[in-house]
C-alpha cells in the first residue's frame, strides 16, 4: 500500500490533556481547509469501540495481560483497515488519539510484556501503516491523574476508569516509556509540556505541526 496522506498520532499518560489538543488542531487544519479525519485508539469505527468498551470497563479487572494485549492489536486492525488506511490513501491528514506507541508504553513498560511481542502484533495490526509524526504530551502523572480523575466524576457516560486505577507507579512506567520511545526516534516525535495552558500547548502544537506538514498537502483535499 501507498499512502499519500500524512498521519500525526497523539500520546501521553492519563489526563495529558491530548484529546483537548488534537481536536483544537483538527479545527484549526479544518478551518485551513486541509482535509482532517479526527479519529482515536482503542476505537475509531463499530467494531472497535465495543472492544474499547471490554478494555476500559473498570469491571473488567481480570483482564490478563496478554488479552488486553490482543484486544488492542484486534482493535487497531479494524481500524486500520476501515478508517486510516482509507483516509490516508485519499490523502487526508490523519489525527489519531493514541496509537501503537501506547501499546509499547502501557503493555511493555507498563505491564511487562516482551517488547519483541507487542512489536510482531503491531507489525501485523498496522498493516504497513506508521505515524508520520507522533506529538507525546509529556505531564508528571501525578498532575495528569488528577485531571483524569476529576474528568471522570463529571462525566455521565459509562466510567471508562480501568487504567486510571492502576497504582502511581505503573502511571510513571508508562510515562519513562513514552520518554524513552522519544529518544528512540527523535525526528518522528515531538515532546510538549502538558503542563502549560491550554492556549500554550496549543500555539506550540499547531505551529509546529503545520510546519512539518507536507506542502502538498496544504492545497489539496
Ligand atoms: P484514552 O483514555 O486516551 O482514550 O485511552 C484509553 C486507554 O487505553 C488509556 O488508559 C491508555 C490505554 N491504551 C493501552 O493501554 N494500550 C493501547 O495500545 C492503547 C491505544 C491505549
Given amino acids: 500500500m501507498r499512502c499519500v496522506g500524512f498521519f500525526i498520532t ?22 485551513h481547509g486541509i482535509g482532517t479525519v479526527l479519529t482515536r485508539e482503542p476505537g475509531g469505527c463499530d467494531i472497535a ?90 505531564c508528571d502523572p501525578v498532575v495528569g491523574l488528577e485531571r483524569a480523575h476529576r474528568r471522570i466524576e463529571a462525566t455521565s457516560g459509562p466510567r471508562e476508569e480501568r487504567f486510571e486505577l492502576e497504582e502511581l507507579a505503573f502511571h510513571r512506567r508508562v510515562r519513562s516509556g513514552y520518554l524513552h520511545l522519544a529518544t528512540e526516534e527523535p525526528f518522528r516525535f515531538l515532546i510538549i509540556n502538558g503542563t502549560e495552558t491550554i492556549e500554550e500547548i496549543f500555539v506550540a502544537i499547531s505551529t509546529q505541526v503545520v510546519a512539518r506538514i507536507p506542502e502538498a498537502l496544504h492545497a489539496v483535499c
Avoid at 499518560?13 to 481536536?23: A, L, N, P, S
Avoid at 478508517?83 to 490513501?89: C, G
Avoid at 493514541?98 to 501485523?124: E, K, M, P, W
Fill in 49 to 138: 469501540d465495543k472492544i474499547r468498551a471490554i478494555l476500559l470497563d473498570a469491571e473488567n479487572r481480570a483482564l490478563s495481560p496478554l488479552a488486553e494485549l490482543m484486544l488492542y492489536a484486534a482493535a487497531r486492525a479494524q481500524h486500520v483497515t476501515e478508517v486510516i488506511s482509507p483516509a490516508l490513501e485519499a490523502g487526508k491528514i490523519v489525527l489519531c488519539d493514541r496509537f501503537c506507541d501506547a501499546t509499547v508504553a502501557y503493555q511493555s513498560f507498563g505491564r511487562g510484556i516482551d517488547r519483541r511481542v507487542i512489536s510482531d502484533l503491531n507489525f501485523h495490526a498496522c498493516q504497513g501503516v506508521s505515524p508520520d509524526l507522533t506529538v507525546l504530551v509529556d
Fill in 10 to 31: 497523539f500520546e501521553g499518560v492519563e489526563g495529558c490533556g491530548k484529546t483537548t489538543q488534537i481536536k483544537l488542531l483538527a479545527e484549526h487544519l479544518t478551518a
